[in-house]
């Protein structure tokens, strides 16, 4: 991901998305300030001279929360509770299944612990919305089977 970013391959390829997966995102938010530090310069970086921004018009964190997703497998209540900092459109919810340590066969109660006090919108764009825009997924042909299978079908809403 750093290499994408300060190598300008976002810039070049700005409809690229980038998913970080099954490493979760509590790193993100130190990570992209860190990069921001380094891109508007600092004693550390004064050596360097433009080398950070030369190819790069847009901060670091531009180009994170244009083109990165981060797939937080077993999301933790921390990294819900930094959903602002790291971007609530940047993160999406996986129960990391079928791996012993995912959420199954106990993934409804992982949601609703997990989203217990997470505003509506906010937790459909994380559960599902968030990766339906990045793989381009068509949200109308998927609505039977959301019917049938998602979380209000089983009681969570």
């Given at each position: 991901?750093?290499?994408?970013?300060?190598?300008?391959?976002?810039?070049?390829?700005p409809?690229?998305?980038?998913?970080?997966?099954?490493?979760?995102?509590?790193w993100?938010?130190?990570?992209v300030?860190?990069?921001?530090?380094?891109?508007?310069?600092?004693?550390?970086?004064?050596?360097?001279?433009?080398?950070?921004?030369?190819?790069?018009?847009?901060?670091?964190?531009?180009?994170?929360?244009?083109?990165?997703?981060?797939?937080?497998?077993?999301?933790?209540?921390?990294?819900?509770a930094?959903?602002?900092?790291i971007?609530?459109?940047?993160?999406?919810?996986?129960?990391?299944?079928?791996?012993?340590?995912g959420?199954?066969?106990?993934?409804?109660?992982?949601?609703?612990?997990?989203?217990?006090?997470?505003?509506?919108?906010?937790?459909?764009?994380?559960?599902?919305?968030?990766?339906?825009?990045?793989?381009?997924?068509?949200?109308?042909?998927?609505?039977?089977?959301?019917?049938?299978?998602?979380p209000?079908?089983?009681?969570?809403?």
């Amino acid at each position: 991901m750093w290499h994408l970013i300060w190598g300008g391959v976002f810039e070049r390829f700005p409809e690229m998305r980038f998913c970080v997966t099954e490493n979760g995102a509590w790193w993100v938010p130190e990570m992209v300030q860190r990069m921001d530090m380094k891109y508007e310069g600092s004693h550390a970086t004064e050596r360097f001279g433009d080398a950070f921004t030369r190819h790069l018009p847009l901060k670091p964190s531009e180009y994170f929360a244009r083109n990165v997703r981060i797939g937080a497998s077993v999301m933790a209540r921390k990294e819900v509770a930094l959903r602002h900092e790291i971007g609530v459109g940047v993160l999406m919810w996986g129960n990391d299944y079928p791996h012993h340590e995912g959420t199954w066969p106990h993934t409804v109660e992982a949601m609703e612990s997990t989203f217990v006090d997470v505003p509506e919108d906010e937790a459909r764009a994380m559960v599902g919305l968030t990766a339906a825009e990045t793989y381009r997924l068509d949200l109308d042909a998927l609505a039977p089977i959301v019917e049938r299978v998602g979380p209000a079908s089983v009681g969570v809403t």
